[in-house]
């Protein structure tokens, strides 16, 4: 059975920093490109950070978030981290882990972040 499960999000306020966490199961973890994605209320679903299968060498960020998010995976834990840093109001959303390979896609159930004075 496949199993993505974000944890890490909470309440934060703004310049704060939180580290979401998304531990794999099920599937060949290594062989999978990871990618989180967030999602505003009334808003789309959109891509933040992607890194490749295996060694992890190819990072993308969407431009909002660079310089302060950083995503990273350790394959011998199944997990995929998005450490985030100076966050902003605007950062506020559910966070989504996604899997990707070929034509498989796995989606978790999504952790809220919420930065708020």
């Known amino acids: 059975q496949v199993q993505l499960v974000e944890s890490g999000g909470g309440l934060v306020q703004p310049g704060g920093s939180l580290r979401l966490s998304c531990a794999a199961s099920?599937?060949?973890?290594?062989?999978?490109?990871m990618r989180w994605y967030r999602q505003g209320a009334g808003k789309e679903r959109k891509l933040v950070a992607s890194i490749t299968s295996t060694t992890g060498s190819i990072i993308h960020y969407v431009d909002s978030v660079k310089g302060r998010f950083t995503i990273s995976r350790d394959n011998a834990k199944n997990t995929v981290y998005l450490q985030m840093n100076s966050l902003k109001p605007e950062d506020t959303a559910v966070y989504y882990c996604n899997a990707h390979a070929l034509s498989n896609a796995y989606w978790g159930q999504g952790t809220q972040v919420t930065v708020s004075s």
């Open positions: 099920g599937f060949t973890f290594s062989s999978y490109a």
